[in-house]
DNA sequence: TCATGTGAAAGCCTTCACAGCG
DNA sequence: CGCTGTGAAGGCTTTCACATGA
Protein backbone atom coordinates (compact mmCIF):
# COMPACT_ATOMS: atom_id res chain seq x y z
CA UNK A 1 0.00 0.00 0.00
CA UNK A 2 1.29 3.77 -0.92
CA UNK A 3 2.44 4.86 2.73
CA UNK A 4 1.23 8.35 2.29
CA UNK A 5 -1.94 8.61 2.19
CA UNK A 6 -3.67 11.57 4.07
CA UNK A 7 -7.01 11.43 6.14
CA UNK A 8 -8.57 13.96 3.55
CA UNK A 9 -8.01 11.63 0.79
CA UNK A 10 -8.89 8.61 2.59
CA UNK A 11 -12.31 10.31 3.33
CA UNK A 12 -12.69 11.64 -0.62
CA UNK A 13 -12.23 7.77 -1.11
CA UNK A 14 -14.91 7.00 0.36
CA UNK A 15 -16.97 9.77 -1.24
CA UNK A 16 -15.77 8.51 -4.65
CA UNK A 17 -16.52 4.80 -3.76
CA UNK A 18 -20.16 6.20 -3.19
CA UNK A 19 -20.29 7.51 -6.57
CA UNK A 20 -18.82 4.81 -8.71
CA UNK A 21 -20.86 2.39 -6.75
CA UNK A 22 -24.16 3.98 -7.91
CA UNK A 23 -22.80 4.35 -11.59
CA UNK A 24 -21.41 0.93 -11.61
CA UNK A 25 -25.18 -0.30 -11.83
CA UNK A 26 -25.59 1.97 -14.94
CA UNK A 27 -24.23 1.68 -18.25
CA UNK A 28 -21.44 3.71 -18.18
CA UNK A 29 -18.06 2.12 -18.24
CA UNK A 30 -15.69 5.28 -17.88
CA UNK A 31 -15.57 8.16 -15.80
CA UNK A 32 -13.26 11.89 -16.06
CA UNK A 33 -11.88 13.22 -13.36
CA UNK A 34 -13.70 16.29 -14.18
CA UNK A 35 -16.86 14.01 -13.56
CA UNK A 36 -16.42 12.49 -10.33
CA UNK A 37 -15.24 15.77 -9.16
CA UNK A 38 -17.91 17.77 -9.85
CA UNK A 39 -20.68 15.20 -8.60
CA UNK A 40 -18.18 15.03 -5.39
CA UNK A 41 -17.54 18.61 -4.83
CA UNK A 42 -14.28 18.83 -5.05
CA UNK A 43 -11.72 19.95 -7.81
CA UNK A 44 -10.79 17.56 -10.86
CA UNK A 45 -6.80 18.44 -9.46
CA UNK A 46 -7.91 16.95 -6.26
CA UNK A 47 -10.10 13.48 -7.70
CA UNK A 48 -6.62 13.06 -9.79
CA UNK A 49 -3.96 13.44 -6.73
CA UNK A 50 -6.73 11.34 -4.77
CA UNK A 51 -6.96 8.75 -7.61
CA UNK A 52 -2.82 8.66 -8.23
CA UNK A 53 -2.72 6.72 -4.74
CA UNK A 54 -4.87 3.78 -5.87
CA UNK A 55 -2.07 3.30 -9.16
CA UNK A 56 -5.13 2.68 -11.43
CA UNK A 57 -4.35 3.90 -15.01
CA UNK A 58 -6.70 6.15 -16.67
CA UNK A 59 -6.43 7.06 -20.30
CA UNK A 60 -8.46 9.18 -22.31
CA UNK A 61 -11.78 8.22 -21.94
CA UNK A 62 -11.31 8.94 -18.28
CA UNK A 63 -11.14 5.73 -15.58
CA UNK A 64 -12.57 2.77 -15.83
CA UNK A 65 -15.11 2.36 -13.14
CA UNK A 66 -14.88 -1.06 -12.17
CA UNK A 67 -11.34 -0.91 -11.98
CA UNK A 68 -11.27 2.52 -9.64
CA UNK A 69 -13.84 0.96 -7.59
CA UNK A 70 -11.84 -2.48 -6.72
CA UNK A 71 -8.72 -0.48 -6.17
CA UNK A 72 -11.04 1.78 -3.91
CA UNK A 73 -12.35 -1.12 -2.05
CA UNK A 74 -9.16 -2.98 -1.69
CA UNK A 75 -8.42 0.35 0.47
CA UNK A 76 -11.64 1.20 2.41
CA UNK A 77 -12.28 -2.82 2.92
CA UNK A 78 -9.86 -5.05 4.62
CA UNK A 79 -10.29 -8.94 3.37
CA UNK A 80 -11.77 -9.35 6.52
CA UNK A 81 -15.28 -7.80 7.88
CA UNK A 82 -14.33 -5.51 11.08
CA UNK A 83 -16.42 -6.27 13.58
CA UNK A 84 -17.77 -2.57 15.21
CA UNK A 85 -19.18 -1.98 18.65
CA UNK A 86 -21.46 0.60 20.00
CA UNK A 87 -21.55 2.01 23.19
CA UNK A 88 -24.91 4.39 24.86
CA UNK A 89 -27.95 3.10 23.13
CA UNK A 90 -29.85 6.56 23.31
CA UNK A 91 -31.59 8.39 20.72
CA UNK A 92 -28.50 8.54 17.99
CA UNK A 93 -27.05 5.20 19.67
CA UNK A 94 -30.54 3.56 17.72
CA UNK A 95 -30.41 5.61 15.16
CA UNK A 96 -27.01 4.83 14.28
CA UNK A 97 -28.04 1.08 14.71
CA UNK A 98 -30.63 1.44 12.02
CA UNK A 99 -28.01 3.55 9.23
CA UNK A 100 -25.46 0.85 9.82
CA UNK A 101 -27.36 -2.37 10.18
CA UNK A 102 -26.53 -3.73 6.31
CA UNK A 103 -25.20 -1.25 4.73
CA UNK A 104 -21.28 -2.12 4.40
CA UNK A 105 -21.37 -6.02 4.38
CA UNK A 106 -17.67 -5.55 5.81
CA UNK A 107 -18.14 -3.76 8.60
CA UNK A 108 -20.45 -5.39 10.74
CA UNK A 109 -21.96 -3.90 14.25
CA UNK A 110 -21.83 -6.82 16.71
CA UNK A 111 -22.45 -5.41 19.80
CA UNK A 112 -24.29 -2.73 21.53
CA UNK A 113 -23.91 -1.44 25.58
CA UNK A 114 -25.40 0.61 27.76
CA UNK A 115 -26.39 0.70 31.19
CA UNK A 116 -29.78 1.31 31.17
CA UNK A 117 -31.16 -2.52 32.52
CA UNK A 118 -34.07 -1.82 30.49
CA UNK A 119 -32.29 -1.96 27.03
CA UNK A 120 -29.80 -4.67 28.31
CA UNK A 121 -30.83 -8.13 26.76
CA UNK A 122 -33.03 -6.97 24.09
CA UNK A 123 -32.15 -6.61 20.41
CA UNK A 124 -32.15 -3.45 19.04
CA UNK A 125 -32.12 -3.27 14.73
CA UNK A 126 -30.51 -6.37 14.96
CA UNK A 127 -27.97 -5.63 17.26
CA UNK A 128 -27.90 -7.45 20.60
CA UNK A 129 -27.66 -4.95 24.09
CA UNK A 130 -24.66 -5.69 26.60
CA UNK A 131 -24.24 -4.30 29.73
CA UNK A 132 -21.01 -1.47 29.98
CA UNK A 133 -19.70 -3.75 32.49
CA UNK A 134 -19.07 -6.43 30.31
CA UNK A 135 -17.27 -4.45 27.52
CA UNK A 136 -14.18 -5.88 27.66
CA UNK A 137 -15.13 -9.27 27.77
CA UNK A 138 -17.57 -9.18 24.71
CA UNK A 139 -15.10 -6.90 22.61
CA UNK A 140 -13.04 -9.46 22.85
CA UNK A 141 -15.41 -12.56 21.99
CA UNK A 142 -16.43 -10.31 18.98
CA UNK A 143 -12.81 -9.34 18.43
CA UNK A 144 -14.05 -6.16 17.59
CA UNK A 145 -11.63 -3.57 16.57
CA UNK A 146 -13.95 -0.34 15.96
CA UNK A 147 -16.26 1.28 18.35
CA UNK A 148 -19.10 3.92 18.13
CA UNK A 149 -19.02 6.30 21.01
CA UNK A 150 -22.98 7.91 21.34
CA UNK A 151 -23.12 8.70 24.96
CA UNK A 152 -23.55 11.81 27.43
CA UNK A 153 -20.49 13.63 27.43
CA UNK A 154 -19.53 13.08 30.52
CA UNK A 155 -19.46 9.69 30.43
CA UNK A 156 -17.08 8.86 28.16
CA UNK A 157 -13.80 10.35 30.40
CA UNK A 158 -13.63 7.25 32.30
CA UNK A 159 -13.79 4.60 29.22
CA UNK A 160 -10.74 6.25 27.70
CA UNK A 161 -8.44 3.26 29.63
CA UNK A 162 -10.98 0.80 29.14
CA UNK A 163 -11.13 0.93 25.49
CA UNK A 164 -7.08 0.87 25.53
CA UNK A 165 -7.03 -2.22 27.35
CA UNK A 166 -9.67 -3.78 25.11
CA UNK A 167 -7.47 -3.55 22.06
CA UNK A 168 -9.58 -1.06 20.49
CA UNK A 169 -8.01 0.24 16.98
CA UNK A 170 -9.84 3.24 16.16
CA UNK A 171 -13.06 5.16 17.66
CA UNK A 172 -15.99 6.80 16.27
CA UNK A 173 -16.90 9.81 18.86
CA UNK A 174 -19.97 11.35 18.50
CA UNK A 175 -19.65 12.63 22.00
CA UNK A 176 -18.79 16.03 22.73
CA UNK A 177 -15.80 15.61 24.91
CA UNK A 178 -11.99 15.28 24.24
CA UNK A 179 -10.98 11.18 24.34
CA UNK A 180 -6.97 11.25 25.45
CA UNK A 181 -5.88 8.22 23.66
CA UNK A 182 -2.60 7.20 22.90
CA UNK A 183 -1.59 7.96 19.12
CA UNK A 184 -1.93 4.32 18.01
CA UNK A 185 -5.40 4.79 18.21
CA UNK A 186 -7.62 6.85 15.73
CA UNK A 187 -10.11 8.96 16.91
CA UNK A 188 -12.47 10.26 14.42
CA UNK A 189 -14.35 12.92 16.33
CA UNK A 190 -17.75 13.73 15.08
CA UNK A 191 -18.99 16.92 16.88
CA UNK A 192 -22.80 17.65 15.89
CA UNK A 193 -23.33 20.83 18.20
CA UNK A 194 -20.07 22.30 16.84
CA UNK A 195 -21.15 21.52 12.90
CA UNK A 196 -24.41 23.11 13.70
CA UNK A 197 -22.48 26.09 15.57
CA UNK A 198 -20.68 26.43 12.43
CA UNK A 199 -23.12 26.72 10.11
CA UNK A 200 -25.37 29.22 12.67
CA UNK A 201 -22.09 31.56 12.87
CA UNK A 202 -21.77 31.29 9.07
CA UNK A 203 -25.26 32.05 8.84
CA UNK A 204 -24.92 35.46 10.42
CA UNK A 205 -21.77 36.40 8.92
CA UNK A 206 -21.75 38.49 6.12
CA UNK A 207 -18.63 37.49 4.06
CA UNK A 208 -18.64 33.59 3.31
CA UNK A 209 -15.13 32.02 3.27
CA UNK A 210 -15.20 28.74 1.20
CA UNK B 1 -15.37 41.21 14.32
CA UNK B 2 -12.14 40.32 13.05
CA UNK B 3 -12.44 39.43 9.48
CA UNK B 4 -10.10 36.87 8.75
CA UNK B 5 -11.41 33.66 11.40
CA UNK B 6 -10.81 30.60 9.57
CA UNK B 7 -13.90 27.86 9.86
CA UNK B 8 -11.89 25.48 12.00
CA UNK B 9 -11.10 28.71 14.85
CA UNK B 10 -14.71 28.42 14.58
CA UNK B 11 -15.25 25.47 15.21
CA UNK B 12 -12.63 24.98 18.33
CA UNK B 13 -14.43 28.27 19.57
CA UNK B 14 -17.58 25.58 19.97
CA UNK B 15 -15.27 22.82 21.80
CA UNK B 16 -13.81 25.81 24.15
CA UNK B 17 -17.07 27.24 24.65
CA UNK B 18 -18.54 23.64 25.81
CA UNK B 19 -15.59 23.71 28.40
CA UNK B 20 -15.67 27.02 29.65
CA UNK B 21 -19.53 26.78 29.85
CA UNK B 22 -18.96 23.71 32.65
CA UNK B 23 -16.02 25.79 33.89
CA UNK B 24 -17.97 28.80 34.73
CA UNK B 25 -20.15 26.38 37.23
CA UNK B 26 -17.19 25.72 39.62
CA UNK B 27 -14.80 27.83 41.66
CA UNK B 28 -12.33 28.19 38.82
CA UNK B 29 -11.95 31.55 37.66
CA UNK B 30 -9.14 31.78 35.72
CA UNK B 31 -7.36 29.01 33.44
CA UNK B 32 -4.18 28.66 31.24
CA UNK B 33 -4.20 28.54 27.60
CA UNK B 34 -2.13 25.06 28.14
CA UNK B 35 -5.09 23.77 30.40
CA UNK B 36 -7.62 24.83 28.24
CA UNK B 37 -5.54 22.99 25.17
CA UNK B 38 -5.13 19.68 27.05
CA UNK B 39 -8.68 19.67 27.58
CA UNK B 40 -9.78 20.01 24.12
CA UNK B 41 -7.48 18.30 22.73
CA UNK B 42 -5.45 21.02 20.97
CA UNK B 43 -2.18 22.40 21.66
CA UNK B 44 -1.47 25.63 23.59
CA UNK B 45 0.07 27.59 20.75
CA UNK B 46 -2.93 26.57 18.55
CA UNK B 47 -5.83 27.65 21.77
CA UNK B 48 -3.61 30.88 21.98
CA UNK B 49 -4.05 31.62 18.27
CA UNK B 50 -7.88 31.19 18.46
CA UNK B 51 -8.07 33.19 21.53
CA UNK B 52 -6.07 36.00 19.80
CA UNK B 53 -8.89 36.40 17.65
CA UNK B 54 -11.23 37.22 20.59
CA UNK B 55 -9.31 40.11 21.24
CA UNK B 56 -9.38 38.87 25.55
CA UNK B 57 -6.50 39.77 27.35
CA UNK B 58 -4.94 36.89 29.47
CA UNK B 59 -2.67 37.57 32.13
CA UNK B 60 -0.16 36.15 34.11
CA UNK B 61 -2.85 33.51 35.62
CA UNK B 62 -4.04 32.87 32.48
CA UNK B 63 -7.63 34.27 31.33
CA UNK B 64 -10.54 35.05 33.40
CA UNK B 65 -13.20 32.11 32.73
CA UNK B 66 -15.96 34.86 32.39
CA UNK B 67 -14.41 36.91 30.00
CA UNK B 68 -13.75 34.07 27.63
CA UNK B 69 -17.15 32.91 27.72
CA UNK B 70 -18.61 36.47 27.16
CA UNK B 71 -16.47 36.82 24.02
CA UNK B 72 -17.04 33.32 22.22
CA UNK B 73 -20.66 33.78 22.95
CA UNK B 74 -20.94 36.80 21.69
CA UNK B 75 -19.15 35.27 18.25
CA UNK B 76 -20.99 32.38 18.02
CA UNK B 77 -24.48 33.62 19.47
CA UNK B 78 -25.81 36.53 17.89
CA UNK B 79 -28.00 38.97 19.48
CA UNK B 80 -31.57 37.27 17.79
CA UNK B 81 -32.17 33.46 18.44
CA UNK B 82 -31.65 32.30 14.81
CA UNK B 83 -34.21 29.32 13.53
CA UNK B 84 -33.47 26.19 12.50
CA UNK B 85 -35.56 23.61 10.27
CA UNK B 86 -34.69 20.10 9.71
CA UNK B 87 -35.60 17.92 6.83
CA UNK B 88 -36.47 14.52 6.93
CA UNK B 89 -38.28 12.75 9.91
CA UNK B 90 -36.42 9.41 9.79
CA UNK B 91 -34.32 7.89 12.90
CA UNK B 92 -31.82 10.11 12.33
CA UNK B 93 -33.67 13.04 11.90
CA UNK B 94 -35.76 12.22 15.37
CA UNK B 95 -32.43 11.88 16.70
CA UNK B 96 -31.75 15.17 16.36
CA UNK B 97 -34.37 16.96 16.88
CA UNK B 98 -34.27 15.36 20.72
CA UNK B 99 -30.66 16.25 20.70
CA UNK B 100 -31.37 19.45 19.78
CA UNK B 101 -34.21 20.80 21.39
CA UNK B 102 -33.34 23.58 24.27
CA UNK B 103 -29.68 22.93 24.24
CA UNK B 104 -28.92 25.84 23.05
CA UNK B 105 -31.65 28.96 23.79
CA UNK B 106 -30.09 30.92 20.63
CA UNK B 107 -30.83 27.74 17.91
CA UNK B 108 -34.56 27.46 18.13
CA UNK B 109 -36.14 24.14 15.93
CA UNK B 110 -39.12 25.59 14.75
CA UNK B 111 -39.97 22.96 12.11
CA UNK B 112 -39.92 19.53 10.66
CA UNK B 113 -40.57 18.29 7.20
CA UNK B 114 -41.52 15.16 5.59
CA UNK B 115 -43.28 13.40 3.44
CA UNK B 116 -44.89 10.66 5.22
CA UNK B 117 -47.98 11.29 5.89
CA UNK B 118 -47.89 9.63 8.94
CA UNK B 119 -45.50 11.97 10.43
CA UNK B 120 -47.08 15.46 8.81
CA UNK B 121 -49.03 17.23 11.90
CA UNK B 122 -47.31 15.48 14.24
CA UNK B 123 -45.63 17.57 16.91
CA UNK B 124 -41.57 15.23 17.55
CA UNK B 125 -39.79 15.97 20.63
CA UNK B 126 -41.40 19.14 20.41
CA UNK B 127 -41.10 20.14 16.73
CA UNK B 128 -44.10 20.18 14.84
CA UNK B 129 -43.78 18.26 11.67
CA UNK B 130 -44.64 19.81 7.91
CA UNK B 131 -45.45 18.23 4.28
CA UNK B 132 -42.44 18.74 2.26
CA UNK B 133 -44.63 20.30 -0.09
CA UNK B 134 -45.11 23.75 2.24
CA UNK B 135 -40.99 24.22 2.66
CA UNK B 136 -40.70 27.58 1.20
CA UNK B 137 -44.31 29.03 3.02
CA UNK B 138 -43.23 27.91 6.52
CA UNK B 139 -39.52 28.94 6.60
CA UNK B 140 -40.48 32.07 5.75
CA UNK B 141 -42.87 32.49 8.23
CA UNK B 142 -40.95 31.08 10.59
CA UNK B 143 -37.74 32.92 9.02
CA UNK B 144 -35.58 30.21 9.04
CA UNK B 145 -32.06 30.92 7.70
CA UNK B 146 -30.61 27.51 9.33
CA UNK B 147 -31.56 23.78 7.67
CA UNK B 148 -30.53 20.72 8.66
CA UNK B 149 -30.84 17.81 6.68
CA UNK B 150 -31.02 14.48 7.26
CA UNK B 151 -32.79 12.70 4.17
CA UNK B 152 -31.87 9.59 2.35
CA UNK B 153 -29.22 11.00 -0.16
CA UNK B 154 -31.25 10.33 -3.65
CA UNK B 155 -33.57 13.43 -2.18
CA UNK B 156 -31.50 16.29 -1.51
CA UNK B 157 -30.66 16.66 -5.08
CA UNK B 158 -33.47 18.17 -5.93
CA UNK B 159 -33.81 20.16 -2.89
CA UNK B 160 -31.13 22.64 -3.69
CA UNK B 161 -32.84 24.98 -5.82
CA UNK B 162 -35.36 25.12 -3.27
CA UNK B 163 -33.30 26.09 -0.59
CA UNK B 164 -31.54 28.85 -2.85
CA UNK B 165 -35.31 30.37 -3.11
CA UNK B 166 -36.32 30.16 0.25
CA UNK B 167 -33.30 32.28 1.21
CA UNK B 168 -31.12 29.58 3.59
CA UNK B 169 -28.06 31.02 4.53
CA UNK B 170 -26.31 27.67 5.81
CA UNK B 171 -27.09 23.99 5.57
CA UNK B 172 -26.24 21.21 8.06
CA UNK B 173 -25.88 18.45 5.65
CA UNK B 174 -26.00 14.66 6.61
CA UNK B 175 -26.93 12.75 3.69
CA UNK B 176 -24.17 11.52 1.85
CA UNK B 177 -24.52 13.61 -1.63
CA UNK B 178 -22.77 16.25 -2.85
CA UNK B 179 -25.15 19.92 -2.54
CA UNK B 180 -24.61 21.96 -5.52
CA UNK B 181 -24.95 25.63 -3.69
CA UNK B 182 -23.63 28.69 -4.22
CA UNK B 183 -20.62 30.25 -2.04
CA UNK B 184 -23.03 32.31 -0.24
CA UNK B 185 -24.67 29.57 1.64
CA UNK B 186 -22.80 28.05 3.93
CA UNK B 187 -22.51 23.96 3.79
CA UNK B 188 -21.42 22.23 6.58
CA UNK B 189 -21.23 18.36 5.88
CA UNK B 190 -21.25 15.62 8.01
CA UNK B 191 -21.14 11.83 6.74
CA UNK B 192 -21.47 9.48 8.90
CA UNK B 193 -20.41 6.34 6.68
CA UNK B 194 -17.48 8.85 5.61
CA UNK B 195 -16.37 8.71 9.45
CA UNK B 196 -16.97 5.33 9.82
CA UNK B 197 -15.27 4.14 6.48
CA UNK B 198 -12.17 6.52 7.36
CA UNK B 199 -11.76 5.05 11.16
CA UNK B 200 -12.15 1.38 9.68
CA UNK B 201 -9.15 2.45 7.13
CA UNK B 202 -6.93 3.44 9.84
CA UNK B 203 -8.00 0.86 12.61
CA UNK B 204 -6.49 -1.52 9.53
CA UNK B 205 -3.64 0.37 8.94
CA UNK B 206 0.01 -0.22 11.19
CA UNK B 207 0.97 3.03 11.09
CA UNK B 208 -0.81 5.71 12.65
CA UNK B 209 -1.02 9.36 11.37
CA UNK B 210 -1.91 11.56 14.05
C1' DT C 1 9.23 34.14 37.01
C1' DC C 2 5.78 32.44 34.16
C1' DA C 3 2.17 32.79 30.73
C1' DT C 4 0.55 35.44 27.03
C1' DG C 5 0.67 37.38 22.21
C1' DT C 6 2.72 36.99 17.89
C1' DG C 7 6.27 37.29 14.02
C1' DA C 8 8.51 33.69 11.53
C1' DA C 9 9.21 28.90 10.14
C1' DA C 10 7.49 24.59 9.05
C1' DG C 11 4.22 21.45 7.40
C1' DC C 12 0.20 20.15 5.00
C1' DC C 13 -3.13 20.42 1.40
C1' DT C 14 -4.81 22.28 -2.83
C1' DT C 15 -4.33 24.26 -7.23
C1' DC C 16 -1.77 25.35 -11.29
C1' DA C 17 0.14 24.21 -15.44
C1' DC C 18 2.03 21.40 -18.63
C1' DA C 19 4.59 17.17 -20.40
C1' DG C 20 3.24 12.89 -22.14
C1' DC C 21 0.39 9.33 -23.75
C1' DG C 22 -3.52 6.84 -25.82
C1' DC D 1 -6.65 16.34 -29.41
C1' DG D 2 -8.08 15.76 -24.67
C1' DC D 3 -7.26 13.82 -20.49
C1' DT D 4 -4.26 12.02 -17.21
C1' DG D 5 -0.22 12.17 -13.96
C1' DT D 6 2.62 15.09 -11.46
C1' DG D 7 6.49 18.58 -10.37
C1' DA D 8 6.15 23.09 -8.64
C1' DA D 9 3.79 26.97 -6.70
C1' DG D 10 0.59 28.81 -3.71
C1' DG D 11 -2.30 29.11 0.32
C1' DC D 12 -3.75 27.72 4.63
C1' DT D 13 -2.94 25.87 9.35
C1' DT D 14 -0.09 24.64 12.95
C1' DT D 15 3.95 24.96 15.61
C1' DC D 16 8.04 27.21 17.23
C1' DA D 17 10.31 30.42 19.90
C1' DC D 18 10.86 34.50 22.17
C1' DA D 19 9.87 39.47 23.35
C1' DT D 20 6.74 41.50 26.45
C1' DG D 21 4.19 42.42 30.45
C1' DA D 22 1.98 41.40 35.06
Known amino acids: MHPDVSQKTVGRWSLYRRLLDALSRTEQRYILSSDLARRSG ?3 SQARRDLMHL ?44 YFQGRRPTLQLVAAFDIDPH ?3 RVIHGCRCYPL ?11 ARIVILTLPGEAVA ?12 AVLNFAPSHLDLPPSIHVEDVDITMSLEKAAFFAATQEQRS
Open 119 to 121: KIG
Open 133 to 143: DELEAILEREA
Open 55 to 98: EVAGGARGYEVQALLRAINAQLAPAEPQAVALIGVGNLGRALLS
Open 158 to 169: TLGPRLIKAGIR
Open 42 to 44: VTA
